[in-house]
């Protein structure tokens, strides 16, 4: 027992030795350290200004040489850039996606040019009160916060006087603080509806003018959805756009306040040390960032889609029906909905991560590197040999207790008001991205309607009949799209020389039209469904182009088309008469309601006041009224405005023979000129011109009798049964012939 006590004796001895050693070699580690931070400490001091006048220079060396890539990137060829997007769009090459290069830049001044017209605009004194406002907040920001340390020093110091004090200033802050916030709101609000409206009005003078609303979606393959664009996306680049200035200058302009704020409180250096981790960070974000302009610009796609196939199933809902045709209809629905509803997920997905991410970096990471620079002035004041030396640089109070704690408190929110306004500048990026994806699809759009407007047209889709003539090299159809023709306004006549039928498709249908008419010269035209008919109405009335020769005609304005389905707007009963005309024009007509229950009386029609209540009723019009209802009344409404040509294309189909007799001996009475497609012989009579396609790309264009047209056509029918009873004739004699041969 003796020997083991003795061992555990001389055990302990030698650990309290090898503890007293290590411990020795733990302080002196420290205190050369301590000496060298000491050292460290005096060798700033006596640098200090070479020191901060470097990062100056350094600070402004990477301003500069941010500023100058932006303006190099602003002020880039823009020819270079305007042809690689022609190209890409004429070959039908989409791009990567929405992203912040120059084709942005020239996006967004185009818009801005827009939405906002000039410098002594309506728009331009919102944004200007909207911008003092935010300087305005910012200042208050300043002060409260002052304001805060001041009332947790006197807080600490027990001084109740004060504190009290404090609290009267806090609360009378509260005013202006909230009426500037309020009245920021509230003009970021109207400026939103400011930039939609100058910018809707422009889309509508474009769209709604020269037939480019007909043109866009069926002589051009580029935008599909032009309704959604311009009610969703219009809507929510102008919100973006007033909420991206709010968001991104109000943190500029606190990030400039505070960071002066602190510069003078914490010193450059530590100032400068906090910027350099915040602008890691920011580049780490960035890299880490999803493509979220890409993303929202999909998603608006996929969403025009989706209301493009709701709209389709309305305007189709009697022939959907019809044909049972419901669960076709909701396969096709369900197929986009769930598309948009995996790209909405997607994007979900990704913004969780992200955000944990961005959360991270910007709440907590930057916090902390804030408090530590805070807190720097305060240890510094401990450090032994270096409180004279070092005193003015790192410290940020004396050695009172109070002012110590109200610097710290000051400048913590400053360095939180700060991080927030770094983070909202991040956050701002994100939004300035998703921006750009509505800035692209709304900038596409008014580059379709200018192109549109001049007449240029993109097809993606071509026709069975251009791809023979592709693959034909010899055929002279392969350019026959791309190629203008004329279009003379002529006082009375109408006359195509040498003018191809050609859809939008590229389908030549005649490849030289030439026919003359002339008032009270009424021209039928018949053939084969497919052959030309109504594209030869189209290129008369303006809708389609004239892809070669020349086209003679009146003014539009002396030219009316009535459909197989009449349209029928919006509005009383009698706008469905004198449509296009308003009120104002029927009265500068001269014309009355008189007038009009004497057309309603010539088209069998005369008791439809009474029945649908009167003049002013208004009504869904389409579902009101029968299909022979609809007919009269579009033949009602070419007698009110009595044009010198009438385009009448199977307009009668669905009225009786009696009354389509009266229509059109009335018409002919009113000097107006039928140009009649139509398949009923009972019309004949009322056209002295044929014009007959043969459904191979040939025509006659002749006089017409009537009368021996009629004869021939009996005698044909005559004559082709006939034939048909030889034939069974034939068969018989033959099956006779091999029955004797049996027996």
Known sequence: MVAALNDDLFVGAVSNKIHDVLYRQVHEFKKKQLVMLTKAVLLYAKHQRTIQRSIVVVVCAVLVERLRKIIKLMTAEHNTSTNATDANRASNKPRRGAQLDKQFFDNMRRLIAIVIPGLFTKEAGMLAAHTVLLVFRTFLSVVVATLDGQIVSSLVRLRGHEFLLGIGKWMAMAVPATLTNSLLTYLQTMLAVRFRQNLTEHVHSKYLSNNTFYSLGNLDDRIKNADQLIAVDIMKFSNSLSELYSNLAKPTLDAFVYNIQLAKSLGVESLFGIMVIIQMSMGMLRLLAPPFGQLVAQEQRLEGEFYFTHSRLIEHAEEIALYRGHEAEKRTITRRYLRLIRHVNRVFRLNVFYGMLEDFVVKYFWGAAGLVACAVPVFAERLPGAQKAAAQVLAASDSNFGDRTRDFITNRRLLLSGSDALGRMMYSYKEIVEMAGYAERVSDLLTVLGDVGKGKYVKTKVGTAAKKSIEDSSSEDVNVVNQRGRIEESKDDVEFIDVPIVSPNGDVLVRKLNFHVKPGRHLLIVGPNGCGKSSMFRILGGLWPVYGGTVRKPSMSQIFYIPQRPYLPIGTLRDQIIYPDCLADMTNKSA?????????????????????????????????????????????RLFYHRPRYAIMDECTSTVSMDVEKIMYTHATNLGITLLTVSHRQSLWQYHNFILQYDGQGGYIFSKLDPERRIALMEEKQRIEQELATIKDLEARLKDMEMQAALY
Not at 606 to 633: F, T, Y
């Open 592 to 636: 009355s309601d008189r007038d009009l229950q004497h057309i309603l009386e010539v088209v069998q029609l005369g008791h439809i006041v009474d029945r649908e209540g009167g003049w002013d009723s208004v009504k869904v019009w389409r579902d009101a009224l029968s299909g022979g209802d609809k007919q009269r009344i579009a033949m009602a």
